[in-house]
């Protein structure tokens, strides 16, 4: 995810860049599933799972937001 923003910030414009903060804004869904596969497999408490997809959820929301700010 914050790889996706680090190379989005250096683009041309804001439409390149909110582009690759789609990119960032999707990999917190391919994380949360990551995390949800190893709670599965019990390499991840149950707990620690919610709370990192509490912490996945807010990450989300945030990057949504930036996104908008920049469509103004």
């Known amino acids: 995810m914050s790889n996706n923003i680090a190379e989005g910030s250096g683009s041309s414009s804001k439409k390149v ?7 960032a804004r999707n990999s917190t ?3 949360a599933n990551i995390l949800i596969l190893m709670n599965r497999r019990r390499l991840v408490s149950e707990d620690t799972k919610e709370v990192l997809l509490e912490e996945l959820d807010k990450l989300c929301r945030k990057i ?3 996104q908008k700010s920049l469509t103004r």
């Open 17 to 23: 860049f909110t582009n690759y903060l789609e990119h």
């Open 64 to 66: 949504k937001n930036f």
């Open 29 to 31: 869904f391919e994380n």
